[in-house]
């Protein structure tokens, strides 16, 4: 029996999905991003599925995440932004205590960032509910954007030491919490009483999420990059198709 086979006939599945790159394709836009088709139909068989929860887990803020996801306030899907330290539960209150010392000191290095960005075509700043995201895609200059980092780093480094910084596709993110998505894997498998895990990702904040699973789980890595995955899909459209299978193999189970 494969490891998806495994999986797909745990009692109570979570099926936790990062959202960019993931279920939908990387955009120069970020708050253009939709699911691709294949993936939609996939999420939304997983969801129609006996003993079957999905979650998305996303470094997006949790509002941007609800929006990108075109998620209603009835729909069945769990949401954790900003890398797990935002949760949209059942039940659960969404709005994070922010100190506002904290919050001070985002606002004020989220206005110098952006200060800088002026400065280097096609990079901006995305607001982010625990810091803010360098966004470096559409930067056709490479010296540039290197340049660019390396000012944001310097500036975040010396005035919030204690911040997490983490570097994905096209964008280097600053936040005051350390919450990974890790923790949120694991804070989802306790609220759903989950006896196994599905986590699919693309991008290197997802490792802490595919490197914390246990051996009834199951790691998916979508597309290249070092992984602790035990399972390469090459795209969005494959990952689908993975995720149908465990769909229909668990209604098959019931039957």
Do not use: C, N
């Not at 394709?25 to 088709?37: E, G, I, K, N, W």
């Not at 990108?68 to 659960?92: C, K, N, R, V, W």
């Not at 310097?154 to 005051?176: C, D």
């Not at 991008?203 to 399972?231: K, M, N, Q, Y």
Request: proline share 5%; charged share 25%; net charge negative.
């Amino acid at each position: 029996m494969s490891d998806v086979d495994a999986v797909a006939r745990t009692k109570k599945l979570l099926v936790a999905l990062d959202f960019d790159g993931t279920l939908s394709p990387l955009v120069d836009d970020p708050m253009s991003a939709r699911m691709a088709p294949e993936a939609r139909a996939a999420v939304d068989a997983l969801v129609a599925a006996p003993a079957t929860v999905v979650a998305f887990v996303s470094g997006r803020s949790l509002g941007d995440l609800r929006i990108i996801a075109e998620h209603t306030d009835d729909s069945p899907i769990l949401l954790a932004g900003s890398h797990g330290a935002e949760y949209l539960l059942p039940g659960a209150d969404s709005d994070p205590a922010l100190d506002p010392g904290d919050t001070d000191l985002r606002d004020r290095l989220r206005t110098e960032a952006g200060e800088m960005a002026r400065e280097v075509p096609g990079a901006w700043i995305e607001p982010k509910t625990f810091g803010f995201g360098v966004h470096l895609r559409t930067v056709s200059d490479p010296a540039s954007a290197e340049r660019l980092r390396s000012a944001v780093d310097a500036l975040v480094a010396e005035a919030a030491p204690r911040w997490r910084r983490r570097q994905g596709h096209g964008i280097v993110e600053y936040a005051f919490t350390d919450v990974g998505k890790d923790a949120a894997v694991a804070h989802l498998r306790d609220v759903v009483d989950a006896s196994a895990v599905i986590f699919a990702g693309d991008d290197v904040t997802d490792e802490d999420a595919l490197g914390s699973l246990g051996p009834d789980d199951l790691g998916i890595r979508v597309g290249a990059g070092e992984t602790a995955a035990s399972v390469r899909v090459g795209d969005i459209e494959e990952l689908a198709a993975l995720l149908s299978t465990v769909a229909r193999e668990r209604v098959a189970a019931r039957q």
